[in-house]
């Protein structure tokens, strides 16, 4: 009867843990606002080059939700925006997208990282058209996300959505491209004719060429091959006709300079015959007409090798020999050709810092593109495909 009781309270709670709605103060709910973030901060954040996956499969929704994630985890991220924005423009929200890619271009990782939306030439676009339509619209996406409206964009979209068989898309992407423009020069003839058709039948286009205009030059290396076997012939027959001329002016080169040589070192040994050595000037007078002496030995031994001209033999040996009569006319030869020595010297560092100065300005040399290899900008393609990674 003692333990009664203690049997009594015990038997009471346990019922009281057993009952629905027992022992409900002791822990509170979770209210749904906060299961929404618990889930949020469990979910693991998609990597870039996830999301790219993503949105490349098709699966834009799910890309879409990854990358508001990502700017939302990381806001100083321009990568998280810059993937946002190429979904979008792929989601044909381009207002949207173009938004997206403003606000990514204002943070600091844009610069740091050179971050820049991807996108292929119109060529390269068109083989990709041909072959898979939905990968082709994507890469119009980029294209009229980085370039703008462009029409031949818009034009390649018109071909890849009638290809789809998605007719209305397919007109609006049309009559965009005519309203930026009407005479949509770039298109080939017939394949724009194709198109109308297929649009006015609802029946694919048939493409049994390019979608876009190739080059008029497109067969430039045919006269290009013409010219250069002409210019050949041509080169090698006044090569002949040059090597007999210079031959036959080298010959009298040769022998009229040895000539002048053997002449003007009768004229000094003549003068050496005759000198006085009787005062220490005419002594080094003496010594300066045997060092000329010397240098028309030298001068006719070039001659023979034809590196230098009778005219410069003589006109050098006068000056020369005009040095060599005295101390002060030696001494003002040796003044002047060491002043222009100088100015060379100068002339030739002048020479280089302007040469040097015009490597650093000049840019690259640009040549017209055709249709199929470049954007209305001039642009062919990006440069810059480092919107994935493995970080934001």
Not at 242 to 255: F, G, P
């Amino acid at each position: 009867m003692k333990r009664l009781p203690q049997l009594i309270l015990t038997l009471l709670l346990a019922g009281a843990l057993v009952l629905p709605g027992a022992g409900a103060t002791l822990v509170s709910p979770l209210q749904p606002a906060q299961v929404a973030r618990s889930v949020q901060a469990s979910a693991k954040l998609l990597t870039p080059d996830e999301v790219i996956v993503l949105m490349n499969a098709g699966r834009l929704t799910d890309a879409e939700t990854a990358a508001r994630a990502a700017s939302a985890a990381h806001p100083e991220s321009a990568r998280s925006l810059l993937l946002l924005a190429r979904i979008q423009a792929r989601q044909g929200r381009l207002p949207e997208a173009r938004a997206a890619l403003s606000r990514a271009q204002t943070l600091p990782q844009w610069d740091e990282q050179e971050l820049g939306v991807p996108f292929e030439s119109p060529g390269d676009i068109e083989q990709v058209m041909l072959r898979d339509p939905a990968a082709a619209r994507g890469l119009l996406a980029d294209v009229l996300l980085a370039e703008g409206d462009d029409p031949k964009a818009y034009y390649l979209l018109a071909m890849t959505e009638a290809l789809a068989r998605q007719w209305d898309t397919s007109r609006a992407a049309l009559a965009q491209a005519r309203a930026l423009s009407p005479s949509l020069g770039f298109a080939d003839p017939e394949s724009l004719a194709s198109l109308e058709r297929a649009l006015q039948q609802n029946q694919p286009p048939v493409l049994d060429g390019p979608a876009l205009a190739l080059s008029p030059w497109r067969f430039w290396w045919v006269g290009l091959l013409m010219f250069l076997v002409w210019f050949v012939w041509w080169a090698v027959r006044a090569g002949q006709k040059m090597a007999a001329e210079e031959a036959a002016n080298r010959a009298a080169r040769i022998e009229k300079a040895t000539l002048t040589a053997a002449d003007l070192d009768r004229q000094v040994q003549q003068e050496l015959a005759a000198a006085r050595r009787d005062t220490p000037q005419e002594q080094r007078r003496a010594t300066r007409l045997e060092q000329l002496a010397a240098q028309v030995i030298e001068w006719q031994e070039k001659a023979l090798a034809d590196r230098i001209s009778a005219a410069l033999m003589e006109a050098t040996y006068r000056r020369l020999h005009a040095a060599a009569q005295s101390d002060d006319a030696h001494a003002a030869y040796t003044a002047e050709e060491a002043e222009k020595a100088a100015k060379e010297q100068a002339r030739q560092q002048a020479e280089a810092k302007r040469r040097a100065e015009e490597k650093k300005t000049s840019g690259p040399s640009s040549l017209r593109k055709s249709e199929r290899s470049s954007w209305s900008s001039g642009r062919s393609s990006s440069r810059r495909d480092n919107s994935g990674g493995s970080k934001w």
